[in-house]
């Protein structure tokens, strides 16, 4: 099946810097992107939607200028989280979706802890 | 607003034990319903899903049936093996709102011992 990329798997960074966070599909061309937060026994929360080549949907509640994200190419989407805060600490897990598909492959997470 | 009610873990079970995972939702119009799993260290990968009522998905001798009038969408299994160890998720998507979102449950660790 389709294989969706994370990288970095696990960051540890200080409070007030930001950390970029890469997804990558690896054999499929993605049109759209999805980027959840997932806090420790809870439900997988979407932050954001994103289509190739333009601007995120945040979704309700979800800061813009906090979570940057940017879909700039078919296989590549990033979340840069921008003075990252010990509560901005959480489990972030991108899907993607081909163009005309109706399923979502998803990457096997970041874990962010912000000291 | 939709909402996707998951049976709380962890559940341990022995080999060959019958499995249950309890799953409710609410949700506006008529949702596709799906299983999620996500083994350690990899991403979430679609077991089984049904798309309308009285639809049963099954996949990997997991099965799930789309019950309108109780709202629900259990998982079962008959014969867990170790390998069936992982987290497991319900989840919903409506057509209505924009982009065909996912809406999970919390997700259930399961333990299967050998």
């Known amino acids: 099946g389709a294989v969706v990329s994370q990288h970095p798997s696990r960051v540890i960074c200080k409070s007030g810097t930001s950390v970029k966070i890469e997804c990558r599909s690896l054999?499929?061309?993605?049109?759209?992107m999805f980027w959840y937060r997932q806090f420790p026994k809870q439900s997988l929360m979407l932050m954001a939607t994103?289509?190739?080549?333009?601007?995120?949907?945040?979704e309700q509640g979800v800061e813009k200028d906090k979570f940057l994200i940017n879909h700039a190419s078919l296989t590549l989407s990033t979340l840069t989280v921008t003075s990252a805060h010990p509560e901005d600490s959480s489990f972030y897990i991108c899907?993607?979706?081909?163009?005309?598909?109706?399923?979502?492959?998803f990457g096997p997470g970041t874990r962010l802890t912000v000291l | 607003g939709n909402s996707v009610t998951q049976m709380e873990g962890p559940v341990t079970l022995s080999e060959e034990a019958f499995l249950t995972i309890n799953c409710t939702y609410t949700?506006?119009?008529?949702?596709?319903l799906f299983w999620y799993v996500q083994y350690p260290g990899e991403g979430l990968q679609l077991l089984l899903k049904?798309?309308?009522?009285?639809d049963k998905g099954s996949n990997k001798g997991f099965e799930a049936t789309y019950r309108k009038e109780t709202t629900s969408f259990h998982l079962e299994k008959g014969s867990v093996q170790v390998s069936d160890s992982a987290v497991y998720f319900c989840?919903?998507?409506?057509?209505?709102?924009?982009?065909?979102?996912?809406?999970f449950g919390s997700g259930t660790q399961l333990t299967v011992l050998p």
């Open positions: 049904a798309t309308k009522a009285d």
């Open positions: 989840a919903l998507r409506t057509l209505a709102g924009s982009a065909r979102q996912l809406t």
């Open positions: 949700a506006t119009g008529y949702p596709s």
């Open positions: 994103s289509n190739e080549g333009s601007k995120a949907t945040y």
């Open positions: 899907s993607a979706r081909a163009g005309g598909g109706d399923t979502q492959y």
């Open positions: 054999d499929f061309q993605a049109t759209t």
